[in-house]
């Protein structure tokens, strides 16, 4: 699925001294590195503050916790996604209000937002899913309109920028996973929070270090965290940052050669009832965290035993909606949600997927119809 060996290759030039800089200095958690990487991130995205956590999952609590979620509190998000989104809802106590998706899209459909808000609704959290931009600026106009905070969870989407500007601005705050799977991802775990608002930033460094004082570290305002960005993984994403818009460019490239080499396979739209192949969305700024087709159900399991005859990995991303998680909870229905989960498949996708992988691809996807 992915080849972080030939990333490695590529970048050790730079990726060796940045790491033997941090071994020598002796500073391995925050620090210059962390503060260096903050700020980058920070002008590279155009937003006024960038946290540096643990992970993508605590920047998700972390942001809801600094925006006052907790017991009693509703926050609306997306039926379909992976579990962390609702698990830090969930975590603080709070209720997870689940709307369906587009079928096409796989993001949340800002049509059945409204539907979905009550006056128990504090937090408006959409998923840009697989590195599509939700529609983000509808989804923020709907917060405004209801008073409530848009956080954008943003783990698939570093580096998408819908209409020019990045995902991860547009709302109180964005959340970041730098997992190493990710477009810019670090070797180990390790997270981020954009924020514009000074006080919610003060807020959330005093969470991730223990609820700390901005003024005394041995001062605690409150309870808070211990998620803190370890400098190594700060200096690896450091090196990797300026590369990410030319990696993605990459991806976009390797995503639109899938494209010419499936053009012959029956394609429409698998929720319509079409027997054929539904590719992603092609949208400019699509950055292809994942390649996720959609086929009926009796095609996918053909086409799963398709590509592993020829060694092809796959996944299916997402096998169950959020609504009928087995984890106690039960939010449902959410039926294109649940009818999506029957039909999806991810598919290789990677700066340096070679060719033969995407002919390997093709030939399965061909017989599989045949």
């Given amino acids: 699925m992915l080849d972080l060996q030939s990333e490695v290759r590529e970048l050790w030039p730079e990726l060796q001294p940045a790491v033997?800089?941090?071994?020598?200095?002796?500073?391995?958690?925050?620090?210059?590195?962390?503060?260096?990487?903050?700020?980058?991130?920070?002008?590279?995205?155009?937003?006024?503050?960038?946290?540096?956590?643990?992970?993508?999952?605590d920047a998700l609590i972390l942001g809801l916790e600094a925006l006052g979620v907790g017991p009693g509190d509703e926050v609306v998000t997306t039926a379909f996604s992976f579990f962390a989104t609702s698990e830090a809802v969930l975590r603080l106590g709070a209720t997870p209000v689940f709307v369906d998706i587009d079928p096409v899209t796989l993001n949340m459909e800002p049509d059945l937002v409204e539907a979905a808000m009550s006056d128990r609704t504090k937090v408006l959290l959409p998923v840009h899913m697989f590195g599509l931009p939700a529609r983000v600026e509808e989804l923020r106009a709907i917060a405004d309109r209801y008073h409530v905070h848009l956080l954008e969870d943003c783990a698939q989407s570093f580096g998408a920028r819908p209409n020019g500007r990045h995902t991860g601005t547009f709302g109180a705050l964005g959340?970041?996973?730098?997992?190493?799977?990710?477009?810019?991802?670090?070797?180990?775990?390790?997270?981020?929070v954009t924020v514009e608002d000074d006080d919610l930033a003060v807020r959330i460094r005093s969470l991730r270090n223990h609820g700390s004082s901005p003024t005394d570290k041995y001062l605690h305002d409150g309870l808070g965290h211990n998620s803190r960005l370890d400098a190594v993984q700060a200096a690896i994403l450091s090196?990797?940052?300026?590369?990410v818009a030319s990696l993605n460019e990459r991806r976009r490239e390797r995503a639109a050669a899938y494209r010419d080499a499936l053009a012959n396979v029956p394609q429409g739209h698998v929720h319509n009832g079409d027997w054929a192949l539904q590719l992603p969305v092609d949208d400019p700024a699509h950055v292809y965290h994942q390649f996720t087709i959609q086929v009926p159900a009796a095609v996918r399991e053909r086409l799963e035993g398709e590509l592993t005859r020829r060694g092809v990995a796959f996944s299916r991303f997402y096998p169950t909606p959020l609504t009928r998680q087995p984890a106690g909870f039960d939010f449902g229905p959410a039926p294109v949600a649940e009818e999506v989960c029957k039909r999806v498949l991810s598919l290789p996708i990677h700066p340096w997927l070679p060719d033969a992988a995407i002919d390997a691809v093709r030939e399965s996807v061909e017989q599989a119809f045949a």
């Fill in 20 to 57: 033997e800089r941090v071994l020598k200095s002796g500073a391995f958690i925050g620090g210059p590195e962390v503060e260096r990487f903050e700020s980058a991130v920070a002008d590279y995205l155009g937003s006024k503050h960038a946290i540096g956590l643990n992970s993508g999952t």
């Fill in 175 to 192: 959340a970041f996973s730098f997992y190493p799977t990710k477009n810019l991802g670090a070797y180990g775990d390790a997270g981020m």
């Fill in 239 to 243: 090196v990797k940052l300026p590369h």
